[in-house]
């Protein structure tokens, strides 16, 4: 799946709403349209949580993808691109580990949230799926410290800083070999690669769904269409499609 030249704003507010608009104002608008901008005043993951960056300091931007894969399959879609920027963070010699669904962490510290989101589509063909990616680059230790979770960036992990622009070009490298991969072929191409970085693989987790459903079990694997797979103490195996995981 090819990506467009990102187009590059100053600042916005968030760059999932306004491609969204940009979607709704445009049924035409081009699969691989990137937006990004150099500061996101109300950047948003998973939950409605926010995504806090400095100006200039962190790479946040949204993407299109336009997909004829079925609705259950879709729910795959943020493991592919945690995959997508795994593989993105071993061209700087790190380590990426994944937290089911969309967290990418390195040294067990958050590096990188996906939120995807839906829009109808008018044909009744394609999906319309909004791609939001934040990316720690240039945060410093300090401003991490201040996160209400374990941070880090590329600028901590390595001890040097990074031209936001070209971590964004490479990044989109991966993101078109993965959703290609998984586009051609489905998410059994893609799943090896997901769970040789799973941070919690067979440890004892926690889902908190949506509706404050809250399942413990030891995490077992990753089902075919991205859910997770838990064994309950009594042996009891549950899947589940959405949720918060706490390790």
Known sequence: MPFSPPIWFDTLDSTNTVLKEMVVDNSQLPSGTVLATHYQTNGRGRLSRQWQSAPGENLTFSALLRTNIDSLALTSL???IGVA???A???YNMHGQLKWPNDVLVDHKKIAG?????????DGKLANCIIGIGFNINMSLDSANVINQPATSLLIESNQTYAVQLVLDNL???LDKAITLWEEKGFAAIKPNWIKHAVSLNTQVTINNTINNITTGIHRGIGPSGEIILEALDG????HFCGDLSL
């Open 172 to 174: 989109l490298i991966h």
């Open 114 to 122: 996906v939120l995807v989101e839906l829009l109808p589509s008018p």
């Open 85 to 87: 920027i795994v593989n």
């Open 89 to 91: 963070l071993e061209t």
């Open 78 to 80: 943020p493991l592919v």
């Open 236 to 239: 009891t195996i549950t899947t």
